[in-house]
């Protein structure tokens, strides 16, 4: 059970008029409001004593509005802090040049946004490298297929004497190649918004393809 569930089953019972602690419907919502807490380890939260506290312990007693009010309240607390945590989860797993750019926007809900200022991080940083070491300005899917061309590697992923080299040096110049044409710019393509997960799954990618720029630049032996 999710907590949108339990806030949903407590609004039901919230609207129910003066339920007593005895009723099937309360020790279901309240079973599940429990079994939810100690599940998640949320039992030594503020939020949790606040609901503890206004839940019904006596079969004589009937709930209050105001008792209903503070346990919905921190029900929605509950929610923002699971949230908090699920968010920084994630963040672990962010590129620090990408968090660093985007953790503003993505907080404030601006998800095609971040996605699309990541792509262009990676587009920038590389752009700057083949200005660097080659004096040629490209972008897009152009400069990933020059910068990391098979033929004539300007940044290096493995010893490309070999056929395996070759391969990845291949593998991620699409790779990279393909994020610039399809993902690079999110709103261009799917009518200017996106979801939440939508845009955790493309910065996790992004971060993926940043880290493989930091293990070319290493490999390859130059300074940006």
């Known amino acids: 059970m999710t907590i949108d569930e339990l806030k949903e089953e407590f609004l039901k019972l919230y609207e129910t008029p003066r339920f007593r602690f005895n009723t099937p419907i309360y020790k279901q919502v309240h079973d599940d409001i429990t079994n939810f807490i100690y599940e998640n380890h ?50 672990t797993y962010v590129h620090p040049e990408i968090k660093n750019l985007v953790f503003s926007k993505f907080n404030s809900c601006q998800y095609a946004d971040s996605v699309e200022a990541a792509f262009k991080e990676i587009n920038s940083r590389l752009k700057k490298i083949c200005r660097k070491l080659t004096g040629q300005e490209r972008d897009g899917s152009s400069l990933m297929n020059f910068i990391f061309s098979e033929n004539n590697q300007i940044l290096k992923f493995e010893d490309t004497s070999t056929e395996s080299g070759l391969n990845v040096q291949k593998g991620y110049m699409l790779i990279f190649s393909g994020a610039m044409t399809g993902i690079r710019n999110p709103k261009a393509h799917e009518n200017q918004t996106i979801s939440k997960n939508a845009a955790i799954k493309r910065l996790i990618f992004a971060s993926l393809l940043m880290d493989k720029i930091d293990e070319a630049v290493k490999f390859t032996g130059i300074t940006e």
Do not use: G, P, V
Request: charged share 25%.
């Open 42 to 91: 949320l039992e030594h939260t503020e939020e949790w004593q606040c609901i503890s506290d206004n839940l019904l312990y006596k079969s004589s007693q009937f709930m209050t509005t105001s008792e209903a009010d503070i346990i919905m309240q921190n029900l929605e607390l509950l929610k923002r802090k699971i949230l908090s945590r699920q968010n920084e989860l994630f963040w």
